[in-house]
């Protein structure tokens, strides 16, 4: 295996990775939309505790795929965005969702 196929292979590892942890995916499919307020995003991840939302939350900030921001209310409010790398997993999905569709059909 040359070196840009081990980095590819690393690369890819790390985002399947990122993605095998469970709500991660429904966090950057539901924020897809737009920023929302941690409760907003909470009732949108149905069944999701708001310990494994905050952890998750952090993790994806720690990536650089959304980004906190407190706003300037009171009480304090804190809302959720995608950065331009977290808006490229719809990317993701539609590519995936076109390989799903291929691969379901029957063979020729």
């Not at 009171?74 to 995608?82: A, D, G, H, M």
């Amino acid at each position: 295996m040359d070196a840009r196929e081990t980095a590819s292979c690393q690369l890819f590892r790390m985002a399947i990775d990122l993605l095998a942890k469970p709500w991660t995916g429904r966090i950057l499919w539901i924020l897809q939309d737009g920023p929302l307020r941690f409760n907003e995003l909470a009732a949108q991840v149905d069944g999701i505790g708001e310990k494994v939302l905050s952890a998750r939350l952090k993790e994806l900030e720690c990536q650089g795929l959304l980004v906190r921001r407190v706003l300037p209310t009171t009480p304090v409010k804190v809302e959720y965005e995608l950065t331009c790398k977290g808006r490229g997993f719809r990317q993701v999905v539609e590519a995936v969702t076109r390989w799903g569709e291929q691969i379901s059909l029957p063979p020729a």
